[in-house]
């Protein structure tokens, strides 16, 4: 196979057509697979293929929803987008388990973002000092008018300072901004208030005649996904008593338990990347679901459970004068407005599901979402243990696979109601319901 040029130029079935004859050796179902997905309505296909380059179909993920969250005294359902079966059968059932005990709470400790221009100057530190003091008021002045309409909303840039960094790197510091940007992630925002930023550096580097060396040389200018600024608290309690027996487990039993298992995430890395992939579930098909980016806050969540060296679980869980008490603090730089959130129709949709909460609501929902999706996990864990309920839910998947007919599978769904199913003995069942 030779390398492809102008592929971007071609039209999207002239790149279906290379695929299939260059990757698929021409095979016809594989041109029907692809195109069986596109939607009938050609403006919303236009308009999927418009999100991103070189698309040549649509990738379903199933959009579920979670109802029965009591958070902060409101009730609420919450649209998840995920894949991975189980999901959101346990964010339904950790909503319906503190649905009766008082439900979530959630307070929003910060919502400021950062963003950094990286620059290099290899003169004495005290002349990158005298000309920070020379051009900090024009840097700010030449943002009014990026910043109007973000100020007018009560956002904006919020701090500028310069940091030396010559420690870490030889000759490397930053223009170290915070922004509020309300209801948008603010990405786009405040990359361009950086760049902006830039510009006008480079123009005072050019006026300023204290430096010995060259000028300083700016390397990029980019916001960061790392926002231990912009975190959100949340939290379940109640009487131990009140927890109840769970599957044989007293109440007591299990807050003892659970507390331990949350307490080895916190010390153990290896646990705490499972335990936190837990959490991100619930976060995740949370933040797919009303557009947002996940791969931003993937990022910032894993180097918040890193802050002090050490990977560790991100939720916290203590008995108290017999109250057990399940918390979290989450980084979550969401957007109600902005990226996909208006323009997919489905994003469109949660938004209305959720009631069209701002950026700081979403950020109390989400962060429900994934202390609930924990809550459910280790609750299965410390009791019954994961497949039991996971496989139960993973069961018509499996059956799928192993080709049974809908008659089958309702047998089958019948005889594996209560015992957990593997690929071999599902196939062993299904053999012998065809003999
Ligand atoms: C799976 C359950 C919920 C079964 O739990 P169950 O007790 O067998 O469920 P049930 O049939 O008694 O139903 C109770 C409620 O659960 C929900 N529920 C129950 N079934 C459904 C369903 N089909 N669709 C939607 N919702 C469902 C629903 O709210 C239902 O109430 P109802 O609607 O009847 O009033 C439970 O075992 C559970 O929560 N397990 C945890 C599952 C989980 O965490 N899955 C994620 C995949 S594993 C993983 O990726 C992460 C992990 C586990 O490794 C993280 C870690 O290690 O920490
Ligand atoms: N490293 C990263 O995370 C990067 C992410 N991105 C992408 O950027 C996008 C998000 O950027 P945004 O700037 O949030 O979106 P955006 O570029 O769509 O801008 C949102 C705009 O909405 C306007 N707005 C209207 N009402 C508002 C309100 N109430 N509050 C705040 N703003 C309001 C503002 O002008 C704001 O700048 C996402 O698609 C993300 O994937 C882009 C570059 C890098």
Not at 54 to 78: K, Q, R, S
Not at 185 to 190: K, Q, S
Not at 383 to 393: N, P, R, S
Not at 401 to 427: M, V
């Amino acid at each position: 196979m030779q390398p492809v040029t102008g592929f971007s130029k071609l039209s999207k079935s002239q790149k279906i057509d290379w695929l299939v004859s260059n990757h698929l050796n021409d095979d016809a179902t594989a041109k029907q697979t692809l195109t069986q997905y596109w939607n009938e309505d050609q403006k919303l296909q236009d308009l999927h293929d418009g999100f991103s380059e070189n698309t040549v179909t649509n990738y379903y993920f199933p959009f579920g929803l979670a109802p029965n969250f009591l958070i902060d005294g409101d009730l609420i359902t919450i649209p998840m987008a995920i894949e991975e079966s189980s999901v959101v059968a346990a964010a339904s059932k950790a909503a319906k388990f503190w649905l009766d005990r008082g439900g979530f709470k959630t307070q929003i400790k910060g919502t400021k973002k950062v963003g950094q221009v990286h620059l290099m100057y290899h003169g004495l530190s005290s002349e990158m000092d005298a000309f920070y003091a020379f051009a900090k008021a024009e840097l700010l002045q030449s943002l009014e008018q990026i910043n109007a309409s973000m100020k007018k909303r009560g956002g904006g840039i919020q701090s500028l300072e310069l940091v030396n960094k010559t420690k870490s790197l030889d000759g490397y510091y930053q223009l170290h901004a915070t922004f509020e940007t309300k209801d948008a992630m603010g990405a786009n925002f405040i990359n361009t208030t950086l760049e902006q930023l830039a510009n006008t550096l480079r123009l005072k580097a050019s006026e300023f005649k204290g430096f010995s060396s060259d000028a300083p040389e700016v390397i990029m200018s980019i916001l960061s996904n790392y926002v231990p600024e912009c975190v959100v608290n949340v939290s379940v309690s109640c009487k131990i008593d009140e927890i109840g027996t769970i599957n044989g487990v007293t109440g007591a039993e299990f807050a003892t338990k659970f507390v331990r298992a949350v307490d080895i995430a916190t010390v153990e890395p290896f646990r705490a990347v499972t335990h936190n992939k837990g959490i991100m579930n619930g976060i995740d098909a949370v933040v797919i679901a009303t557009g947002n980016d996940f791969r931003a806050v993937e990022a910032g969540v894993h180097a918040y459970a890193s802050r002090d060296g050490q990977y560790r679980s991100l939720t916290r869980a203590r008995i108290e004068n017999d109250t057990f008490i399940f918390e979290a603090d989450f980084p979550l730089a969401l957007g109600t407005v902005g990226g996909l959130t208006s323009l997919h129709p489905l994003s469109k949709l949660a938004l209305q599901i959720l009631d069209n909460p701002n950026a700081e609501d979403l950020m109390k929902i989400t962060a429900v979402a994934g202390l609930a999706q924990n809550f459910a996990a280790l609750h299965s864990l410390v009791t019954t243990g994961i497949q039991a309920g996971h496989m139960k839910m993973h069961l018509a998947n499996m059956l799928e696979q192993i080709g049974a007919n809908d008659t089958e599978k309702e047998s089958l769904r019948k005889e594996y109601s209560d015992k957990t199913p593997s690929f071999s003995s599902l196939r062993e069942s299904l053999d012998l319901l065809r003999k």
